[in-house]
């Protein structure tokens, strides 16, 4: 099986878990689609470096942290606007915390899988 094959296999296994801890996150459809669409994209790029491919939805799940993160941190700069018109900064207030506590539940669900 391509690296490609294998990627999108994988990422199609967890969607609705990835699109689901997003909407939590942002509070969203529209925001929570183009994170997942985000931290896939970002995921892709970085394929080669994952280590242990029965680490992928604890690696990828700590992706889409991160690119909240980034958001967020981008949002205090510069007043983010989602698809939906709603100010990301503003969402995301609050929120960081959340972000640590949904990838560990990610990587309990990965260690208990």
């Known amino acids: 099986m391509t690296d490609a094959a294998w990627f999108s296999d994988a990422v199609v296994a ?14 969203n459809a529209a925001d929570a689609e183009d994170l997942v ?5 970002r995921a892709w790029r970085a394929h080669e ?8 939805r604890r690696w990828i799940h700590r992706i889409l942290a991160n690119t909240y993160t980034s958001w967020w941190r981008a949002a205090r700069v510069r ?4 698809a939906s ?3 990301c900064c ?6 960081i915390a959340q972000v640590g ?13």
């Open 14 to 27: 967890i969607l609705p878990e990835l699109y689901g801890t997003a909407r939590r996150l942002t509070r």
């Open 37 to 41: 669409a985000e931290a896939v994209a």
């Open 49 to 56: 470096r994952l280590a242990d491919p029965n680490a992928f």
């Open 79 to 82: 007043p983010l606007v989602g």
């Open 85 to 87: 018109g709603t100010n």
């Open 90 to 95: 503003a969402l995301a207030s609050g929120r």
């Open 101 to 113: 506590r949904l990838v560990q539940l990610g990587d309990s669900r990965t260690a208990a899988g």
